[in-house]
């Protein structure tokens, strides 16, 4: 049996770092991932059109300057395929694949007390053991797949974004979209270009913002110049990236300034857009006013009213994740595109030809289901994660359970990069991401240090963290939409508001000041 001081399990841009960092710092680390190659998301993720919302000079690396100094990326914000290129890069740069498993998905976790480490089984059969365990498992990568009656029994192509195959061909054919977050706006867009016929199956219309997207070679010299102050700026700010631009409470400002603070913002563009006004999150009133913003952007650019109508939001706004978009309201007024409201013609079933919503049985060649992920726990949940009789997904039945989003009680040694109650998907990934490893490595070095091999969340400090985090997001409007942050898109998962909504500087200080008063709150060993 194959010994490890350490497993991580996954290896996208977290379980990356994590390899690297540790193996830097003389542990024997070995990653097992389920792609056949690095990159996560973007490895996974690859539908037309697909790019990230947050800018690409802060969702990249910071922890090696020369890194960030010798990549260039090309646009604002980074289509998929550079940001898999990206992940090669380090990969290649820091010699990561020789330890990494690749095509191979971790099945089962079992501690062993007597041992002091995890027995860990692949889905190979193979077995092998881990003082610790990492799980670098990605919040957005176990696809949601509703099945609707007569899935098996359409005779053209069902496709998922979330694992796009390389020879999709959608050039003039009739073309169904189901789904219109992120990945289905952006999928949408490009689609709309091609497809001789696209038809969008909504049940819930987003609030997307424009992307302004656009090449940064003019501008990235300077951004370059002064990246440590940048880095260090995101570090500290509430969504681990940077807007630059003030931001007021509704009440300061008259009636009068409203709108051109809005408008700025929507120059602006991006998720930035989130912060016109400073409580947008907290004042119902404030919410509102931007929320009938975009409502009235919306309506701006959509040409047939009766189209518009049926892409406005209700919900507050940002309390589920904006899209950022590039042209997706503007598709609607192209002749091959149109728009069904699944709740006025709810999805039946699918048919052999195509889709029966409400009484009319719409013809496909290609369906595309744009349907979301189990999102935070769904990864954890598909490992059997067991101590003794216990499992880990016995434990959340209820919602998860968690010290800092880090370690979860009754569970050792088994640690979670961006897991639920840590910033993680309310933040800029990247900045989340380097500070979760770059604290389990300062953990293991002192657990080394000390001669301990064990360390445990306490269960009183979970129990406070729990209440802390569900009562800073009951502080927010965030809850008042069915989100995935909810668990509110899978039908049966227990609605609890998962990640911790007090921002990237704030979770980084406390977690910070844990470490630094010996790891308050664990139990060490
Ligand atoms: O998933 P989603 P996503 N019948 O859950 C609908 C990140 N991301 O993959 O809202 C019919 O947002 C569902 O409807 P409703 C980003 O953080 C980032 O698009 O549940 N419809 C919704 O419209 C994002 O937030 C980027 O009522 C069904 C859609 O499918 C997160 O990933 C790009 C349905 C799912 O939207 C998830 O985005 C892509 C059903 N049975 C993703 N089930 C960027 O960086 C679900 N839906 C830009």
């Known amino acids: 049996m194959t010994e490890h001081d350490v497993l991580v ?11 690297h960092l ?49 990549w260039t990326w090309t646009e604002r914000y980074a289509a998929q395929p550079e940001l898999l290129s990206y992940a090669r890069h380090v990969a290649d740069r820091f010699d990561l694949r020789k330890d990494i498993t690749f095509n191979q998905r971790v099945r089962t976790l079992d501690w062993n007390e007597r041992e002091t480490h995890w027995v860990v089984t692949t889905g190979d059969g193979a077995t092998r053991t881990a003082r610790h365990v990492i799980a670098a498992t ?25 694992d796009w195959p390389a020879d999709a061909n959608l050039a003039g054919k009739r073309v169904a979209v189901i789904g219109t977050g992120s990945s289905g706006l952006q999928t949408i867009t490009v689609v709309a270009r091609d497809a001789g016929a696209l038809t969008v199956f909504q049940r819930t219309p987003c609030y997307a913002v424009p992307a302004h997207n656009g090449p940064i070679a003019d501008v ?49 563009g991006g998720l930035c857009f989130a912060d016109s006004l400073a409580d947008v999150l907290t004042d119902p009133a404030a919410n509102a006013r931007v929320s009938e913003y975009v409502r009235t952007r919306i309506k701006e650019k959509v040409a047939d009213p009766q189209v518009a109508a049926k892409l406005l939001p209700t919900f507050p706004i940002a309390a589920k994740r904006m899209c950022v978009d590039t042209g997706y309201y503007e598709v609607y007024n ?5 728009l069904i409201d699944i709740n006025e013609a709810p999805i039946r079933r699918l048919t052999e030809r195509g889709i029966l919503a409400g009484e009319t049985e719409h013809e496909f060649d290609v369906i595309i289901m744009a ?41 050792p040694n088994l640690f979670t990069i961006c897991g639920p109650q840590s910033p993680s998907v309310l933040s800029n990934m990247i900045t989340s991401i380097e500070q979760h490893v770059e604290w389990i490595g300062d953990a293991l070095d002192h657990l080394r240090e000390e001669g301990l091999t064990r360390i445990e ?23 008042q939409a069915a989100s995935w942050y909810m668990g509110a898109n899978i039908p049966g998962k227990e609605r609890v508001f998962m990640p911790f909504v007090g921002g990237v500087g704030l979770y980084r200080q406390v977690a910070e000041g844990v470490a630094a008063s010996g790891y308050h709150g664990f139990e060490l060993e």
């Open 9 to 19: 399990i996954g290896a996208g841009f977290a379980g990356m770092y994590q390899l």
């Open 371 to 411: 349907t979301g992920f189990d999102a935070m726990t769904g990864a954890l949940n598909a490992v059997e994660i067991r101590n003794g009789d216990r499992t880990l997904s016995e434990k959340w039945a209820h919602g998860p359970r968690t010290y800092l989003g880090l370690m979860s009680a009754g569970f």
């Open 457 to 479: 969340a306490g269960v009183e400090s979970e129990d406070n963290w729990v209440t802390t985090t569900n009562d800073l997001a009951n502080l927010t409007l965030m809850p």
């Open 220 to 268: 990235l010299p300077a951004i370059k110049q002064h990246y440590p102050d940048l880095r260090a700026g995101s570090r500290m700010a509430p969504s681990g990236y940077q807007c630059g631009v003030e931001t007021t409470a509704l009440s300061e400002i008259t009636p009068d300034e409203t709108r051109p603070a809005l408008d700025k913002r929507w120059e602006l």
């Open 138 to 162: 990605g919040c957005l990568s176990v696809p949601s797949r509703p099945s609707f009656p007569g899935m098996d029994e359409f005779r053209g192509e069902l496709l998922w974004t979330s």
């Open 22 to 70: 540790l193996r830097e710092r003389g542990f024997d680390v070995h990653v097992i991932e389920a792609g056949g190659d690095v990159g996560g998301t973007w490895f996974w993720n690859r539908y037309p059109g697909a790019r990230c919302d947050i800018e690409s000079v802060e969702y990249s690396y910071s922890f090696d300057e020369e890194l960030q100094r010798e």
């Open 334 to 338: 192209q002749p091959n595109v149109t």
